[in-house]
């Protein structure tokens, strides 16, 4: 599921990279600079990353009903589908690392199913072929390098006005790549890699400039996967700050926000009817 493909992989080396090193990250927009401006945060608020980074409100009422009135909201078809589809991935990555490719769990849709067998296929074919490249390497060094992704990383994102648990999809370690899976077959989450990044710089000192949202959805009996591989540049990250601090006043004022062009997956959508 998070492997590049070898075009993918020829667009991230031939172009996007040099891109990055031509225009690098303003220093101040680093995520080790939590305590500075502009990425200090202005309210003494903890938001969760998807409050911030969601889109389904554009008058931000989604975080008053969640924030202020403690509204739990309501699951749909795609939020259900959508944490099956991520537990399907974490686990298949996890059983590959133990190098237990056989196991066929149950799940409740098929999507999930499919994306169990694509991401074991390919955490094995990926592992065998490094085992075969490096005959005289340990174990854990092929499964190290032939499967390199930290899947549900569990992170605190206090320093930059998040909630103290947050959970990246993917990150993998030996390409500098933060992922954002989504059930979806299109849409605009690069909020969400620039956060992710954001507080992985704010962490681990170390630069983030890779983000890639993996689309997947379900063609008749198939699985649809699409990617977009993007530079988490000055714009995403100063678009992440703004935000994340006008969401911000919303809670620290507690003013109730009007109703907005709701989007029909809002999970607060019967809360404004």
């Not at 607060?268 to 009817?273: A, D, E, G, H, R």
Request: proline share 5%.
């Amino acid at each position: 599921m998070y492997y590049l493909s070898e075009l993918e992989h020829k667009f991230l080396t031939m172009s996007l990279r040099p891109k990055i090193r031509q225009n690098p990250v303003p220093e101040e927009l680093r995520g080790w600079n939590w305590n500075f401006p502009p990425l200090k945060p202005y309210y003494d608020l903890k938001l969760p990353m998807w409050l911030i980074c969601s889109n389904y409100c554009d008058t931000g009422r989604d975080v008053y009903l969640s924030m202020i009135e403690k509204v739990k909201g309501e699951e749909n078809y795609f939020i259900k589908v959508g944490r099956e589809l991520h537990k399907a991935v974490t686990q298949a990555i996890r059983k590959s690392k133990n190098l237990e490719f056989d196991e066929k769990p149950d799940f409740e849709f098929e999507v999930s199913k499919l994306a169990w067998n694509y991401t074991i296929a390919a955490c094995k074919s990926c592992y065998l072929r490094q085992r075969s490249e490096q005959p005289y390497a340990s174990e854990e060094d092929v499964i190290l390098t032939s499967i390199p992704f930290l899947v549900e990383h569990r992170m605190n994102g206090e320093l930059l006005g998040c909630s103290g648990l947050i959970s990246v999809d993917c990150y993998d370690y030996l390409h500098n790549i933060v992922f954002d899976l989504k059930f979806s077959s299109q849409g605009d989450f690069r909020l969400y890699t620039t956060g992710y990044a954001l507080v992985l710089e704010s962490l681990y000192e170390i630069p983030v400039d890779i983000g890639c949202v993996v689309y997947v959805s379900k063609i008749n009996d198939t699985i649809s996967i699409s990617k977009d591989i993007h530079y988490i540049d000055a714009n995403l990250r100063s678009l992440w700050i703004e935000t994340r601090d006008k969401k911000a006043e919303i809670v620290f004022n507690e003013k109730k926000p009007g109703i907005g062009n709701c989007n029909p997956n809002c999970i607060f959508k019967s809360y404004c009817l």
